[in-house]
């Protein structure tokens, strides 16, 4: 089961845009609208920022947008602010033999 | 509050064995499937194992298929995983995180337990 890739780390300046990428393989992101992204700040458990692609918990900022093209889905973090600095991961649905893949997870630097 | 909180890790030398048990309130724990994820020291996630909401289906990670085994208590709203022929390459914070079903995404995570494999 190998990991989904993201960039090691990403950078913003306040009020910026910022997109990470996340690419598999056409059994996992390819072949499924189940990616989900997680934002995991430095000593906390992950939280669910998107599902399906682009589907938004309650209570999850609007700045906060995924997409997908193929085998690469996007995380999208408009008006970036401090606190939307944290690591952030992508997963996908992989079949019923791999089930769950993780992305390397992307760190992200608010300047 | 809906709220998922383990225990049971620690240090352990390495082929031996450790229970870990995460304990659910604030949901209806026997509708969700469960889910074990870990993350090593300085590391990204990776998931580890889950569990149908009866216990009728369980999957692995294959680096832990034969050493590790997912199971659940419905009756006591609690998950558990117990880790055999631990090796360093375990060593991680343990998540419980649970999903409405096995291909949905983890809406709720536990705060983790460290397990550290070493002599």
């Known amino acids: 089961q190998s990991a989904l890739t993201q960039p090691a780390s990403v950078s913003g300046s306040p009020g910026q845009s910022i997109t990470i990428s996340c690419t598999g393989t056409s059994s996992d992101v390819g072949n499924y609208n189940l990616v989900s992204w997680y934002q995991q700040h430095p000593g906390k458990a992950p939280k669910l920022m998107i599902y399906?692609?682009?589907k938004r918990p309650s209570g999850v900022s609007n700045r906060f947008s995924g997409s997908k093209s193929g085998n690469t889905a996007s995380l999208t973090i408009s008006g970036l602010q401090a606190e939307d600095e944290a690591d952030y991961y992508c997963?996908?649905?992989?079949?019923?033999?791999?089930?769950?893949?993780f992305g390397g997870g992307t760190k992200l630097t608010v300047l | 509050e809906v709220q998922l909180v383990e225990s049971g890790g620690g240090l352990v030398q390495p082929g031996g064995s450790l229970r870990l048990s995460c304990a659910a309130s604030?949901?209806?724990?026997?509708?969700?499937?469960m889910n074990w994820v870990r993350q090593a020291p300085g590391k990204g996630l990776e998931w580890v194992a889950n569990?149908?909401?009866?216990?009728?289906?369980?999957y692995y990670v294959d680096s832990v298929k034969g050493r590790f085994t997912i199971s659940r208590d419905n009756a006591k709203n609690s998950l558990y995983l117990q880790m055999n022929s631990l090796r360093a390459e375990d060593t991680a914070v343990y998540y419980c995180?649970?999903?409405?079903?096995?291909?949905?995404?983890?809406?709720?995570w536990g705060q983790g337990t460290m397990v550290t494999v070493s002599s």
């Open positions: 604030g949901f209806t724990f026997s509708n969700y499937w």
């Open positions: 997963c996908s649905y992989g079949g019923s033999s791999t089930f769950v893949v």
């Open positions: 399906e692609v682009s």
């Open positions: 995180a649970r999903a409405r079903w096995s291909i949905d995404p983890f809406d709720i």
């Open positions: 569990i149908k909401q009866d216990g009728s289906e369980k």
